[in-house]
């Protein structure tokens, strides 16, 4: 049939036939595009959500005769950014040939480990439980996918009825069952007793879709998709008010930005009580709609319905009941209500726990919520990374849509508690966990970095992200700071330009973090400029500007940044990157040298001081560090050679001879410094100094 672009009501067309045409006659290759066009799309299927396959004639490679070998997304993967190597290669005749061994409902779990004997390609990755529902199906093309507007209806009381006459017979329904080898029966029996259909909708599931080629595979998803899309759009507010109308007006944009920067880090010390999270947070103009209507409490409290959906973000929410304008001053207050909160959601986490688990059910995980919702304000979303709690927060907005779309063709039907559990608790998802790969020392933390556009700065803020830590990087010059995070996604690292002379800018910078990652647990004050005169011509401006970046700046940079430690309840780590010259008396360096001794000693207090509060503080000095610093570029270089008597090119030479160790540091070298103070191997470390200067004596602490 001629191919040619076509456009839809609720969806995008994002096929490109000069890509089609550069990958005819690998199928695979095709199926590897579909995918990703299809997953580029929430509104089509959610991250890892779904799975898209096709088959293949290949040569045996021990037979030497053609085969049916089936590609399919491998497990755990994401068909958004499935490539060659997140794909499983398996015999189709093998795999059909495993129903006549197959036992029935009560060993599906068996039959996932019987996959691995019918693997084709060697360099395969584990096959997923979804594979037998594709190899059931005869068709080249299939994609399984999770459209919030097909789930809506399969998540509807009368989504059977609303399939046969939206599609005319052409989709054809199958009732809830969890995924599985029964399941990739049923699609099979489902097509033989339909002949002639286009697709099966999944109750409460999803939808499977397929096509002779790629590009007519796609093109049938998107048909289906895009018709469901529409008839919902006819019925929103037709029979009544989506979700029963307003109950809480949103906040102005600005003054929802304050208020969840003001309580993520209280939800999120709470939300830790099992282990350290990382927040995500979103006011979304759907999630403002759902969350300030009238069914909020209704529909929040039935669950969701998609089981990738609950797997992501618990069987249900949090819903706090605290007035969009609330007085956050008195945080004490505000914690009471919220511990009492999250201890009623505990409680009910367990219960649904211990009401459902099997003889055989893994131990309870962590039964703090996933979800949080303010009413007027927005979504919080806490998991182990950003990504994860990104990922969280649109698997939720995937929930609102189909509540939403539900309700407005029929009424909203979640899963029952017992289905939901034993996916939640399934043995093959607890294997799946099993098998992650071990955290990495700063996974779960969250830094801010002053002075984070170079040199010194940008160093730690590197080293801290690639031992998995995100990092919230600031500078005076936002252009230096686009450059620190131009290699990193924003589940990694964000930025802000900061002044840290500036009171307000510095509340507006932890502001910031806390929206983005939830709060902070590691404080960095790296900010500082250097200034080397006799002390005859150091001004009273020179003195002021060295005291009011070195030594104020660390003083309100910390002080803002305890308010949010302390909120947290999670203790914490405040490194300061001093200087050598906190220690040695060099010549022309009254004020540099000043603010650095008070830049330390001010370390030393508040080390004696927050103890208490499990917050270490401790000093980092380092000494010539001279690369990619912004402090050597202009005429602090410049006055060090003439107080030694040496040019401006003989300085790191002169610097490496005077040490015990006779090195040149490096921004590295200091940033490895930082890593040891905040890695957990220096715990019950604080009010310490590290000099790392490759042995200069006349430093020497103790």
Known sequence: ME??????????????????????????????????????DLRITNYGGGNTSCKTMEKDPLTGQEVEVMWIKGSGGDIGTLKRNGLAGLYVDKLRSLGNIYRGLEYEDEMVALFNHC?????????????????????KHIDHLHPDAAIAIAASKDGEHITKELFKGKIAWIPWQRPGFDLGLQLEKCLNENPGIRGIMLGGHGLFTWGDTSYACYLNSLEVIDTASKYLSEHYGKNRPVFGGLKVESLAADKRATQAAQLAPVLRGLASGYAR??????????????????????????????????????????????????????????????????????????????????????????PNPVIILWPGVGMFSFAKNKQTARVASEFYINAINVMKGAEAVSEYVSLPLQEAFDIEYWLLEEAKLQRMPKEQPLSRKIALITG??????????????????????????????????????????????????????????????????????????CAGLAISKPVEQTTGEDWNLLQDVIVKGQFEVSRQGIEILRAQGLGGDIVNIASKNALVSGPNNVGYGTAKAAQTHMSRLLAAELGKDKIRVNVVNPDAVIEGSKIWEGK????????????????????????????????????????????????????????????????FVR
């Open 3 to 40: 191919i040619v672009e076509k456009t839809f009501q609720h969806l995008d067309y994002r096929w490109d036939k000069q890509k089609e045409e550069s990958l005819k006659g690998d199928e695979v290759a095709l199926l590897l595009y579909r995918s990703n066009v299809l997953g580029a």
């Open 119 to 139: 693997i084709f390609d060697l360099n395969s990755r584990a096959p997923s439980i979804d594979t037998p529902l594709h190899a059931f199906l005869p068709f």
């Open 277 to 366: 999270m990382v927040g995500h947070f979103t006011d979304d103009e759907r999630v403002l709609e759902f969350i300030g209507s009238q069914d909020l409490e209704k529909l929040a409290s039935m669950g969701t319905s998609c089981p990738d959906h609950f797997l992501r973000t618990k069987i249900c929410p949090l819903v706090l009941d605290i007035t969009p304008d609330e007085d956050l001053s008195d945080i004490d207050k505000i914690s009471q209500y919220l511990e009492k909160a999250f201890e009623d959601y505990r409680s009910y986490y367990k219960k649904y726990y211990e009401d459902h688990k099997r003889n055989n059910s893994p131990a309870i995980r962590d």
């Open 452 to 525: 984070g556009g170079g040199g010194i700065g940008k160093a730690i803020g590197d080293k801290l992200a690639e031992e998995g830590a995100c990092v919230f990087y600031t500078d005076v010059e936002e252009d230096r700071l686009k450059l620190s995070i131009e290699d990193k996604s924003g589940d990694v690292a964000a930025y802000c330009k900061l002044d840290v002379t500036d009171d307000k800018a510095i509340g507006k910078a932890f502001e910031k973090a806390c929206l983005t990652f939830g709060g902070v647990d590691i404080i960095i004050n």
């Open 636 to 699: 602090w270089a410049e006055g060090r050679a003439k107080a030694y008597g040496i040019t401006v090119e003989e300085l790191p030479a002169f610097y490496a001879k005077r040490t015990l160790l006779n090195e040149v540091i490096s921004t590295e070298d200091i940033a490895n410094g930082v890593l040891a103070f905040v890695s957990g191997l220096l715990s019950k470390s604080t009010g310490n100094i590290l000099n790392v200067d490759g042995g200069v004596a006349a430093a």
